[in-house]
Nanobody, 116 residues
Framework: QVQLVESGGGLVQPGGSLRLSCAAS????????MGWYRQAPGKQRELVAS???????TYADSVKGRFTISRDNAKKTVYLQMNSLKPEDTAVYYC??????????WGQGTQVTVSS
């Protein structure tokens, strides 16, 4: 079973930036489409960005132009560069597979709080 460990969250002012990392264990990481998800209090978890093994990327409209997803298959790590952060980006951020109905066990996530 793949284990996912997210890191890099924190408290940032509106307009600021953060870079999240997600380290995965297990084999064949490079073949999977990976995604970053977020869950705000009282809301459902949503997919904000995904990246395929060939590095084709997709973004939710709410983050397009501000967030950039990338991956390093050798390090089995997925990144999310978040710029121009807004208070509505406040959430717990998780990574997992994307484009599939099968998910690995969810990690603990990393809290992102955007506030002045």
């Amino acid at each position: 079973q793949v284990q996912l460990v997210e890191s890099g969250g924190g408290l940032v002012q509106p307009g600021g930036s953060l870079r999240l990392s997600c380290a995965a264990s297990g084999s064949f990481f490079s073949i999977y489409v990976m995604g970053w998800y977020r869950q705000a209090p009282g809301k459902q978890r949503e997919l904000v960005a995904s990246i395929a093994s060939g590095e084709f990327t997709t973004y939710a409209d709410s983050v397009k132009g501000r967030f950039t997803i990338s991956r390093d298959n050798a390090k089995k790590t997925v990144y999310l560069q978040m710029n121009s952060l807004k208070p509505e980006d406040t959430a717990v951020y998780y990574c997992n597979r994307a484009g599939s109905s099968f998910y690995w066990n969810w990690g603990q996530g990393t809290q992102v709080t955007v506030s002045s």
